[in-house]
């Protein structure tokens, strides 16, 4: 498991029970118990792949003796790549990770996501309670399912700092950001990523034009080229679905989920002080529906925290999964 090396992980590619083909890594410890052996379920972002968990599957399995399952997300990698947004609401990923969780023969799981993962995994909390042991969430703060209907647009009037999204929402985007992948994939994937002024609406399209870009990004020129390869090959229709569902997934959760996650659930919740997508505010808010929540600020970081400071990442949901796994003993 050489995060340098993405052959040297252990590769599958399955066809699930919601008709959907996956690519995912799944990565079995020595002396792996389907009962006993904790499994973490790694959800990856936007634009991302299986491969941004690179850094921590390794001490995961290899120290803590974990099993660590880390699908391409649908639209992304090896995944099948529907056209159509309706494909991409939390729901219907959420029946994919639950019918992926049935593939492997593991009935619950440690559910880890990081940005649209982030969002994907409170939602699969949610949509499938049965089946999650715990959660460790990066970077997006929990939202409740809400009850009147906002449109992208009017959800950025009020959060500002999401006016990225009406940029990616818009089908037009997606050829644009084609045409310039690399100075995307630099600009989102740099240490220009936690400026704020990048989020505002209209930004991202306007530097991409300009060519104004950093090339300070915290990519090696081999993992850059592994993003571009992969993303050059699946083009991006089915990463820029996940901002095209606003109104698919109001209409499948009005009326239908809890405000809440259960209260006997388990949530550590991490992210960067310099997120440009992440307030103090937002995180603060979190308690009101997760009555036990854990929270871990990681200061002059920002979104990527997988690379930035995978240490911290691994070793905090390490240190959670323990616990979480410790109490759970105790009380049998």
Same mark, same amino acid.
């Given at each position: 498991?050489?995060?340098?090396?993405?052959?040297?992980?252990?590769?599958?590619?399955?066809?699930?029970?919601?008709?959907?083909?996956?690519?995912?890594?799944?990565?079995?410890?020595?002396?792996?118990?389907?009962?006993?052996?904790?499994?973490?379920?790694?959800?990856?972002?936007?634009?991302?792949?299986?491969?941004?968990?690179?850094?921590?599957?390794?001490?995961?399995?290899?120290?803590?003796?974990?099993?660590?399952?880390?699908?391409?997300?649908?639209?992304?990698?090896?995944?099948?790549?529907?056209?159509?947004?309706?494909?991409? +609401? =939390?729901?219907?990923?959420? !029946?994919? &990770?639950? $019918?992926?969780?049935? #593939? %492997?023969?593991?009935?619950?799981?440690?559910?880890?996501?990081?940005?649209?993962?982030?969002?994907?995994?409170?939602?699969?909390?949610?949509?499938?309670?049965?089946?999650?042991?715990?959660?460790?969430?990066?970077?997006?703060?929990?939202?409740?399912?809400?009850?009147?209907?906002?449109?992208?647009?009017?959800?950025?009037?009020?959060?500002?700092?999401?006016?990225?999204?009406?940029?990616?929402?818009?089908?037009? +985007? =997606?050829?644009?950001?084609? !045409?310039? &992948?690399? $100075?995307?994939?630099? #600009? %989102?994937?740099?240490?220009?990523?936690?400026?704020?002024?990048?989020?505002?609406?209209?930004?991202?399209?306007?530097?991409?034009?300009?060519?104004?870009?950093?090339?300070?990004?915290?990519?090696?020129?081999?993992?850059?080229?592994?993003?571009?390869?992969?993303?050059?090959?699946?083009?991006?229709?089915?990463?820029?679905?996940?901002?095209?569902?606003?109104?698919?997934?109001?209409?499948?959760?009005?009326?239908?989920?809890?405000?809440?996650?259960?209260?006997? &659930?388990?949530?550590?919740?991490?992210?960067?002080?310099?997120?440009?997508?992440?307030?103090?505010?937002?995180?603060?808010?979190?308690?009101?529906?997760?009555?036990?929540?854990?929270?871990?600020?990681?200061?002059?970081?920002?979104?990527?925290?997988?690379?930035?400071?995978?240490?911290?990442?691994?070793?905090?949901?390490?240190?959670?999964?323990?616990?979480?796994?410790?109490?759970?003993?105790?009380?049998?």
């Amino acid at each position: 498991m050489n995060p340098s090396d993405p052959s040297s992980f252990n590769h599958r590619t399955e066809r699930l029970s919601t008709g959907n083909t996956y690519h995912f890594v799944d990565q079995i410890p020595e002396g792996y118990d389907v009962v006993k052996t904790p499994t973490l379920l790694c959800v990856h972002g936007f634009p991302d792949l299986w491969y941004g968990w690179r850094h921590v599957i390794a001490p995961w399995v290899s120290k803590c003796r974990w099993r660590v399952v880390v699908p391409d997300m649908l639209g992304y990698g090896g995944t099948d790549k529907p056209s159509d947004p309706k494909h991409y +609401s =939390t729901r219907a990923l959420s !029946a994919d &990770l639950a $019918a992926l969780l049935d #593939l %492997i023969g593991v009935r619950k799981a440690v559910v880890a996501g990081h940005d649209w993962g982030a969002a994907t995994a409170w939602r699969f909390a949610l949509w499938h309670p049965d089946r999650v042991h715990a959660l460790a969430v990066l970077s997006i703060p929990f939202t409740p399912p809400r009850q009147d209907y906002l449109s992208l647009e009017q959800i950025v009037q009020r959060l500002p700092i999401y006016g990225y999204q009406l940029y990616f929402g818009d089908p037009a +985007s =997606t050829k644009e950001i084609e !045409a310039n &992948l690399p $100075a995307f994939f630099r #600009l %989102i994937h740099s240490w220009m990523s936690i400026d704020r002024n990048i989020t505002q609406r209209g930004k991202i399209s306007e530097v991409l034009k300009s060519g104004a870009l950093s090339a300070d990004t915290y990519l090696s020129d081999k993992e850059f080229q592994y993003y571009i390869h992969n993303f050059k090959t699946g083009g991006m229709t089915g990463p820029l679905n996940y901002y095209r569902t606003t109104k698919h997934r109001f209409d499948e959760e009005v009326g239908t989920l809890p405000v809440s996650l259960p209260k006997s &659930l388990p949530v550590l919740f991490l992210w960067g002080d310099k997120d440009a997508v992440c307030s103090p505010s937002q995180v603060g808010r979190m308690k009101e529906y997760i009555p036990s929540l854990r929270v871990v600020q990681v200061f002059e970081k920002g979104h990527w925290l997988m690379a930035q400071c995978p240490d911290v990442v691994a070793s905090s949901i390490a240190e959670f999964v323990r616990s979480v796994t410790e109490k759970a003993q105790a009380k049998l």
